[in-house]
């Protein structure tokens, strides 16, 4: 059988090209393809110039809203700073070029970069030590659940439950459900943070850890730390740091130092390396001194100048990914992490803080906060002062209209109309300025001309939609 590999033009006076025939014989033909799948007709390609093409996909490109373009409030694990040395490092042909079985043969300089992100999120968290493997922030998650249950397990002592506090992402009592945990959850105190009489409450022998964001998705230090540390470590549990946020307090603050005895860490945000689209992501997880076993492997050691992969650990967890993790992103963040030097670390958290807090300040006699106390890197507010009938989402529609992409909109759950932004450490007064002004801007169309903002948007390829009717019965049927 031969195919040939060039399309064949299709017949004086019809537009596009066919496919070429194969050349396989009529009693065989039936083999490859049923009768009732094969074509009846030839199929007709449309003819379009390469001019026409380019300036179509543009045109798609286009309607997207993206950190490069426009200003990007989303608030909670979002990262939106990826310097393009960044790209230029990971790019490096002395990386791309390693084949991952011959990195300590071949590898040095790889190994050498990954043992050096190692190292410095251990100082900036305030671990023992780090694995790098995890491919994003719930399989951090996941790993660091896995590692307490090794923990507990041979301590002879295999727990069943796992607290999360209200408030938390939704990757928290899922990564401790996939570890076979039971979840508890406890509400938040009136001050969002963690309820202490709630957890004392809830903690008992059969708690394997609580697994706490600091600052937390409200966008507020949990000023108790060393109280709700205090609570965990004396029924025998362990404290686990969801890192999303350690943007706001790296520099500052080390969660080690805080009680923390697990953490993982988001590169893709807290470490400048893009994740758009879904992935790829990295979420590194650290442990203490006492944990450090059951660290996935294999892990890197340095010896003589030499680094290796070895895999000697009888207790570790197992291996999580194939080699060592998504290697380009880990790069990515070794590079931001050299450019910025300690001092820029925490000149990072200032800043993101500083950012947060101005918006916060221009914007909260006109909306709603959901806790009037000073925010960290983000802050949630619960809709409009004077409403006059406009809801969150169409806030977020009427932005959409002028140009701005909207914040995290419903999300923490346990906050009614909730709106969070996070305006993140490289955006200029200016932007943040802009920012305020169409946001003040709807504040008043609200009280004007609530239809404006309820209707909107329609300068869009797409209007308002039925949200409630997308999601329950989505339309996956293209049809022309």
């Given amino acids: 059988m031969t195919v040939e590999l060039l399309f064949e033009k299709s017949q004086p006076g019809r537009r596009g090209y066919r496919l070429p025939a194969l050349d396989v014989p009529a009693a065989g033909a039936g083999q490859l393809v049923g009768a009732d799948l094969r074509r009846g007709a030839e199929p007709t390609l449309p003819e379009l110039s390469e001019l026409d093409v380019v300036r179509h996909y543009s045109a798609l490109a286009g309607r997207n809203i993206g950190v490069d373009t426009n200003f990007y409030p989303l608030g909670s694990c979002t990262m939106k700073y990826n310097p393009k040395v960044n790209e230029a490092f990971a790019a490096d042909p002395a990386f791309l070029n390693v084949h991952p079985e011959l990195l300590s043969e071949c590898g040095q300089g790889t190994l050498a970069a990954l043992h050096g992100v190692e190292r410095m999120l251990s100082e900036i968290c305030g671990m023992a030590e780090f694995c790098l493997w995890p491919a994003a922030g719930a399989h951090g998650e996941l790993a660091g659940m896995m590692i307490i249950k090794a923990y507990h397990c041979s301590q002879g002592a295999c727990r069943r439950k796992v607290i999360v506090p209200d408030s938390s992402h939704g990757t928290n009592p899922a990564s401790a459900a996939l570890c076979g945990y039971d979840v508890v959850t406890i509400k938040s105190a009136a001050d969002g943070q963690v309820d202490l009489a709630a957890l004392a409450a809830a903690m008992d022998e059969d708690v394997a850890a609580l697994m706490l964001t600091n600052p937390n998705t409200l966008g507020l230090f949990e000023t108790r730390i060393a109280a709700v540390a205090e609570i965990v470590h004396a029924k025998g549990g362990l404290l686990y740091y969801d890192g999303a946020n350690l943007n706001a307090i790296m520099g500052v603050v080390r969660p080690g130092d805080t009680g923390f005895d697990v953490v993982h860490v988001n590169l893709h945000k807290t470490f400048a390396t893009p994740h758009g689209g879904g992935g790829p992501g990295s979420g590194p997880v650290g442990v203490a001194a006492r944990l450090a076993r059951f660290l996935p492997t294999p892990y890197i050691r340095e010896a003589g100048g030499r680094f290796a992969l070895q895999s000697d650990r009888p207790d570790s967890v197992g291996q999580l990914m194939a080699y060592t993790g998504n290697v380009g992103v880990i790069l990515k963040a070794y590079a931001y992490l050299r450019m910025l ?83 993140t450490e490289t955006e200029s007064k200016q932007t943040l300025d802009e920012a305020v002004g169409k946001l003040l801007q709807i504040a008043e169309e609200a009280q004007a001309d609530p239809q404006k903002i309820t209707g909107a948007p329609r300068n869009t390829p797409v209007g308002r939609l039925d949200e409630v009717r997308a999601a329950r019965s989505p339309d996956l049927v293209w049809k022309p």
């Fill in 341 to 423: 030097g300690a001092q820029g670390v925490r000149r990072v958290a200032e800043h993101a803080v500083l950012n947060a807090r101005y918006l916060c300040s221009r914007l909260k006699e006109r909306y709603t906060l959901a806790y009037d106390q000073p925010c960290m890197h983000e802050f949630v507010m619960a809709g409009l002062t004077e409403p006059n009938g406009v809801r969150t989402l169409d806030v977020a529609k009427r932005l959409i209209e002028l140009g701005m992409h909207p914040p995290t909109i419903y999300f923490p759950l346990i906050v009614h109309e909730a709106m969070m932004l996070e305006p």
